[in-house]
Nanobody, 118 residues
């Protein structure tokens, strides 16, 4: 299973970015996909996740500003980020919980850097 994230960049405060993450592999059965972020000197933290049925969860810090969505047919998850703040600056990582054999395993994509200037 490989995850390919894209969409990061430099944006001014108040701006928007859209991240994408596509999972590839044969016969994928993905239970959930999500985004985490890690700012310099800080631990990686969850941002949002979405289950195959469409239920989504958000960190309090991004509620009302970020929207996660998923295209199950394409095994792709998106993160629409609006009203960006300097404190949103971080490497953003996508994660997929994939059924492998009889168990679910977490797979991670490479980070995509989001920089918000004040």
């Amino acid at each position: 299973v490989q995850l390919q994230a894209s969409g990061g960049g430099l944006v001014q405060a108040g701006g928007s970015l859209r991240l994408s993450c596509a999972a590839s592999g044969s016969g994928l059965s993905i239970k959930a996909m999500g985004w985490y972020r890690q700012a310099p000197g800080k631990q990686r933290e969850p941002v949002a996740d979405i289950f195959s049925g469409g239920v989504a969860n958000y960190a309090d810090s991004v509620k009302g500003r970020f929207t996660i969505s998923r295209d199950n047919a394409k095994n792709t998850v998106y993160l629409q980020m609006n009203s960006l703040r300097p404190e949103d600056t971080a490497d953003y990582y996508c994660k997929a919980k994939v059924l492998t054999g009889l168990s679910f395993y977490d797979y991670w994509g490479q980070g995509t850097l989001v920089t918000v200037s004040s």
